[in-house]
């Protein structure tokens, strides 16, 4: 079935540094991947997505690449700061399946001040 | 500003009991999800709808039905808790294909 692949599962990173985060999913027909970052206690919020028609997209310090062929898309952190500290997730969907996200499994990301 | 709203943050029941879990949304949003989250386990679906009265098992429905009767509420239902039902469950909605928002939870602990 379908499935998204995510890793690492936890990740620590001095503050300052980069942080990569990468997902591979299984389904060629995927064409939205949104990342969400969930801090402690509190609910999923979306932090960038990207459609299929789009290799790369950035939002400051953010940015998400996709590349089709190999169907895996990532998530940079650049100038990690200690409240990027958070677990983060990666989903995939597709046209007409009720709107459903698979999602990854989840990466702890740690920013050491 | 989309709100996805969760009855309540916390509920405890006894093994046995019968527990409704409620979700609303104000953005009229087609489709609604819920999900459960354990420690290392990442999130589930459960059940899915994408429209009033339709409704898609997710990856998990097993012990778990639900019910949508408004277009802006999804109801969760436990016939029968069990402990392993003890867990942190979010619902979710979305907008055809735009972006999902999320509730912000119910932690359920059942004795």
């Known amino acids: 079935g379908e499935n998204v692949e995510q890793h690492p599962s936890t990740l620590s990173v001095q503050e300052g540094d980069s942080a990569v985060i990468k997902c591979t999913y299984s389904d060629s027909a995927s064409n939205y991947f949104p990342w969400y970052k969930q801090e402690l206690g509190k609910r999923p919020q979306l932090i960038i997505d990207?459609?299929?028609?789009?290799g790369e997209k950035k939002d400051q310090r953010i940015a998400v690449t996709l590349n089709k062929t190999a169907k895996h898309f990532s998530l940079h952190i650049t100038e990690t700061q200690p409240e990027d500290s958070a677990v983060y997730f990666c989903a995939a969907s597709k046209a007409n399946q009720g709107g459903k996200l698979i999602f990854g499994q989840g990466t702890e990301l740690s920013v050491k001040p | 500003d989309v709100k996805v709203t969760q009855s309540s943050r916390y509920l405890v029941k006894r093994t046995g009991e019968k527990v409704f879990l409620e979700c609303v949304q104000d953005m009229d949003h087609e489709n609604m999800f819920w999900y459960r989250q354990d420690p290392g386990l990442g999130l589930r679906l459960i059940y899915f709808?994408?429209?009033?009265?339709?409704?898609e098992k997710g990856d998990i429905p097993e012990g778990y039905s639900v019910s949508r009767e408004k277009k802006e509420r999804f109801s969760l239902i436990l016939e029968s808790a069990s402990t392993n039902q003890t867990s942190m469950y979010l619902c979710?909605?979305?907008?055809?294909?735009?972006?999902?928002?999320f509730g912000p939870g119910t932690r359920l602990l059942v004795l």
């Open positions: 979710a909605s979305r907008p055809g294909e735009g972006t999902q928002y």
């Open positions: 709808s994408y429209d009033v009265k339709m409704k």
């Open positions: 990207i459609r299929s028609n789009v």
